[in-house]
C-alpha cells in the first residue's frame, strides 16, 4: 500500500475538456509518499483500489511532486460522484498500490 485516504488532504470532481474527473490533493506526508512511489514506479502501472475493488490501474508516466493527482477515464459525471464518495466514506483503507512492475508506456 502506497497511499490510503488519511493521505488524501481533499478531492473533487472537475470538468477537463468534456471529461469529468476526480481532482486529489494529498497532504504532505501522501505528497512525499506519491512522489516516492511515481519515481520508483515511472512506467509502471499503479492500481487505485475502492470499497477492495479495483477501479483504475494508471501507467504512471512521469514522477508527481507537485501533491496532487487526477483520476480520468471515469465515464458520466454521476459515476465520478459515485467514485467521489467511496473515496471520501470508503473505510480505510482506501488503496494505491503498485500493480505490476516494468510495464512501459509506448
Given amino acids: 500500500v502506497i497511499l490510503d485516504n488519511s493521505d488524501i488532504a481533499e478531492c473533487a470532481i472537475s470538468i477537463m475538456g468534456t471529461e469529468p474527473v476526480i481532482q486529489l490533493t494529498f497532504t504532505p506526508t501522501g ?8 519515481q520508483r514506479l515511472q512506467g509502471s502501472r499503479i492500481s487505485i483500489w475502492l470499497a477492495d475493488e479495483m477501479v483504475s490501474s494508471p501507467i504512471v508516466t512521469e514522477p508527481i511532486a507537485d501533491g496532487a493527482a487526477v483520476i480520468s477515464g471515469l465515464g458520466t459525471v454521476a459515476e465520478a460522484k459515485s467514485m467521489l464518495s467511496l473515496i471520501q466514506t470508503a473505510p480505510m483503507p482506501t488503496e494505491l498500490t503498485a500493480e505490476s512492475h516494468g510495464v512501459k508506456n509506448s
Avoid at 505528497?31 to 511515481?38: D, G, I, K, L, V
Fill in 31 to 38: 505528497c512525499e509518499r506519491f512522489h516516492e512511489a511515481t
